[in-house]
């Protein structure tokens, strides 16, 4: 007797397993790969310190940056609209190949948000979310090798006329403010990492990029060094915002979610107060928006 109920309770296993009601979901379906810049993923490491993202509630700290703020606001937003997946990363030297992905179905979020002007290049590809960063609310610093003393001595607008620097068309934001700064030089360099060796080596005078006060806006990664020009500011007229590949499986449900999310995190005065404590909004009363006067009015 003993034998038969042995090999029923065998059999009754066998039945459920191959039906599917006695399966655990398996790792691989809990969890979702995103594609990381190498230096983005150790910033937000050296951030996080080992504590949970979704946890997250000050954004003051030791290597915060945008890309981190944006990452941390994207995945708490996820959670709060229900999405209750983990991510993993794979570190590389990525930057335009996510954009591939996102269209092919192959990557379902970028957590680096996306200017409005790129992202609607994308759009029969992509859902766009809610603004993080709204028009008007995102400025950039004035970086250059901290050697180059020319750089450091503007004082106005008509101080970048004689200037060079670096970006891409492909950052259709990036390049129209740049292009309307009547600069000397304006060079085409497609990937960022060429872009920062550039005006490392002063082949360019200097660059765009968001400001980083827990570095003291001082960017440093291998041999390259560059550093912001104290108390000035680019306005750049753009909002960004985080797109969802319309042609992964998931796509629809993560858009929902994450909308859902981003829309609590704003009632809540969180996303704003998120990238002031990182010092991505610099506090104006002390900093010169050097084009201001350029920008269209909302």
Sequence with gaps: MK???SLFLIFITC???VSGFAKEPSLSNQTVMLYLRDDVYDDYMTFLAGRDPLEITSFIGPKI???VVDMIIAQQALKLGGYTKKFTYKVGKVNFRNTKLIEQGELLISFDSYWLSDAKLLENDVFISDAVIRRGEYFAGIYANPDHQAVFNVQSLTDLHTMTSVSTPRWS???TTLKSLNLKELFVEDEWLSQIRMVHLKWADFMLMPFMPALNNHYKLGNVDLMAVPNLAIVLDDSRHFVVSRNHPEG????KALQLG???LRLQGRIKKAYFEAGFIPDL???KVLNQAL????
């Design 285 to 287: 009363s002390t900093t």
């Design 295 to 298: 920008i269209k009015p909302h």
């Design 65 to 67: 940056r945008r890309d």
């Design 262 to 264: 981003l829309k609590q």
């Design 173 to 175: 934001t990036d390049w």
């Design 252 to 255: 629809p449900d993560v858009f």
């Design 15 to 17: 039945v459920l397993s």
């Design 3 to 5: 034998t038969y109920s």
